[in-house]
């Protein structure tokens, strides 16, 4: 089994930056892909981004050129960096991990409100 403990949510102006953290623990060995979902009250959830364990990366249209998905292997651990936040980004942040080749864990989920 895979745990995942979100961070970093909260309250920020237009514009402004966030940097979410999910931190892995248990059978760690085993985590391939990690990453990120989200979603806004009312809408279905999406995909915002994710890494692999080899370090490739890949983004939906609506986050690309904004946010980042750095992630360190050695802490277990896989950020969002989100800048030139919008309006429209403003959702429930969900990360996950993909492990044992077929199963995925999901974290709690943190809030993020952009809004002046």
């Known amino acids: 089994q895979v745990q995942l403990v979100e961070s970093g949510g909260g309250l920020v102006q237009p514009g402004g930056s966030l940097r979410l953290s999910c931190a892995a623990s248990?059978?760690?060995?085993?985590?391939?892909?990690m990453g990120w979902y989200r979603q806004a009250p009312g809408k279905e959830r999406e995909y915002v981004a994710h890494?692999?364990?080899?370090?490739?990366?890949n983004y939906a249209g609506s986050v690309k050129g904004r946010f980042t998905i750095p992630r360190d292997n050695a802490k277990n651990t896989v950020y969002l960096q989100m800048n030139s936040l919008k309006p429209e980004d403003t959702a429930v942040y969900y990360c996950?991990?993909?492990?044992?080749?077929?199963?995925?864990?999901w974290g709690q989920g943190t809030q993020v409100t952009v809004s002046s």
């Open positions: 890494i692999t364990s080899g370090g490739s990366t």
């Open positions: 996950y991990a993909d492990y044992l080749g077929s199963a995925r864990a």
């Open positions: 248990g059978s760690i060995f085993s985590i391939g892909a």
